[in-house]
């Protein structure tokens, strides 16, 4: 494998890593205020959905990108009646919000557009252009430094360096904020936080809205920058790959980074190498293609040591009187 080979794939990889990027953070600031949210799919799928269908009749991807957040939001805050107004069973309202999106998407497609549940391809200002870099041109040729810079972090949309960014705003408001401090407790130690005078109500519903803004981002640049549209169940299972990279971080926005990186690096290698031959056996196509979704089962199935999740999660809390 050639350097130009590693500097296309390693491009590649940032694309693909963007949208698990995007939805992994969100589920972290879902999770640290104890609310599991297994919904993050279907808030990705409708982000994704309202994002191209908007994008589609302003002309505006802006345009398209507010729809997806608002439209994830509002998943997002049923999921949060469901779960902290009425105490229900958080797994069971994230499940039904993944079978709601699904079935929603795809039949409100079809009535608008009448094209199989897809809107029309998206072009010029509905999609996100590339930008260029300051001073990429000039250092395209430095050795490492021009590779780096120049070929791999440059050509991007500007919510893909939205979402590297996102990472050290969500450290910084997790770790060195009040409001992250306190979110923090509410997922360990609820009861405490209310004795503090602490709105624990009031707290979660914040985490479920940062929740959906997002993934209503992430939805935004599937459909609006890595695709030129919407098609139907075009998420393919990237909320919960989201949610096995979050376990597989422990529930920390720099070692979530690279754990998106990880599963956008192998969707990058399969999509580079269809077919890879071992000299005894050549792997075909489909299990290049599952390898994001079987490292992903592998996580889940407890082979990266031992993840605790916050005390609190996905407990309901019930005020003292």
Same mark, same amino acid.
């Given at each position: 494998?050639?350097?130009?080979?590693?500097?296309? #794939? /390693?491009?590649?990889?940032?694309?693909?890593?963007?949208?698990?990027?995007?939805?992994?953070?969100?589920?972290?600031?879902?999770?640290?205020?104890?609310?599991?949210?297994?919904? /993050?799919?279907?808030?990705?799928?409708?982000?994704?959905?309202?994002?191209?269908?908007?994008?589609?009749?302003?002309?505006?991807?802006?345009?398209?990108?507010?729809?997806?957040?608002?439209?994830?939001?509002?998943?997002?805050?049923?999921?949060?009646? %469901?779960? #902290?107004?009425?105490?229900?069973?958080?797994?069971?309202?994230?499940?039904?919000?993944?079978?709601?999106?699904?079935?929603?998407?795809?039949?409100?497609?079809?009535?608008?557009?009448?094209?199989?549940?897809?809107?029309?391809?998206?072009?010029?200002?509905?999609?996100?252009?590339?930008?260029?870099?300051?001073?990429?041109?000039?250092?395209?040729?430095?050795?490492?430094?021009?590779?780096?810079?120049?070929?791999?972090?440059?050509?991007?949309?500007?919510?893909?360096?939205?979402?590297?960014?996102?990472?050290?705003?969500?450290?910084?408001? /997790?770790?060195?904020?009040?409001?992250? /401090?306190?979110?923090?407790?509410?997922?360990?130690?609820?009861?405490?936080?209310?004795?503090?005078?602490?709105?624990?109500?009031?707290?979660?519903?914040? %985490?479920?809205?940062?929740?959906?803004?997002?993934?209503?981002?992430?939805?935004?640049?599937?459909?609006?920058?890595?695709?030129?549209?919407?098609?139907?169940?075009?998420?393919?299972?990237?909320?919960?790959?989201?949610?096995? %990279?979050?376990?597989?971080?422990?529930?920390?926005?720099?070692?979530?980074?690279?754990?998106?990186?990880?599963?956008?690096?192998?969707?990058?290698?399969?999509?580079?190498?269809?077919?890879?031959?071992?000299? #005894?056996?050549?792997?075909?196509?489909?299990?290049?293609?599952?390898?994001?979704?079987?490292?992903?089962?592998?996580?889940?199935?407890?082979?990266?040591?031992?993840?605790?999740?916050?005390? %609190?999660?996905?407990?309901?809390?019930?005020?003292?009187?």
């Amino acid at each position: 494998m050639d350097i130009a080979t590693i500097v296309q #794939i /390693l491009e590649s990889t940032l694309r693909l890593a963007t949208p698990l990027l995007f939805v992994c953070l969100a589920g972290l600031f879902s999770e640290r205020a104890g609310i599991f949210d297994i919904g /993050l799919e279907g808030k990705l799928l409708v982000s994704a959905f309202f994002s191209a269908a908007f994008a589609y009749y302003t002309g505006s991807a802006w345009l398209g990108l507010l729809a997806g957040i608002l439209s994830s939001v509002v998943f997002g805050l049923i999921h949060g009646v %469901a779960s #902290i107004t009425f105490r229900g069973n958080q797994l069971i309202s994230g499940v039904a919000i993944n079978f709601l999106a699904a079935g929603m998407t795809v039949v409100v497609a079809q009535s608008l557009f009448h094209q199989g549940g897809r809107t029309p391809p998206l072009e010029g200002a509905a999609r996100f252009q590339k930008i260029d870099l300051p001073f990429a041109d000039a250092l395209h040729d430095v050795p490492v430094i021009g590779q780096i810079y120049g070929q791999i972090l440059n050509q991007h949309s500007i919510l893909v360096y939205l979402g590297l960014a996102a990472v050290p705003l969500t450290w910084w408001v /997790l770790y060195r904020s009040r409001f992250g /401090l306190r979110l923090r407790a509410v997922g360990e130690n609820p009861a405490a936080v209310d004795t503090a005078g602490v709105s624990v109500v009031r707290l979660r519903y914040a %985490a479920v809205i940062i929740t959906g803004v997002l993934c209503g981002i992430g939805g935004a640049y599937l459909s609006t920058s890595l695709a030129a549209g919407f098609v139907k169940d075009m998420s393919a299972g990237r909320g919960y790959i989201a949610l096995a %990279a979050l376990i597989f971080s422990k529930w920390r926005p720099w070692q979530g980074l690279g754990a998106v990186l990880l599963f956008g690096a192998l969707e990058a290698i399969a999509n580079r190498f269809p077919n890879v031959d071992l000299g #005894i056996i050549t792997l075909p196509n489909q299990v290049m293609t599952a390898l994001p979704y079987i490292l992903t089962v592998v996580i889940l199935a407890g082979f990266v040591g031992k993840a605790i999740p916050p005390r %609190a999660g996905g407990e309901p809390y019930v005020k003292e009187r």
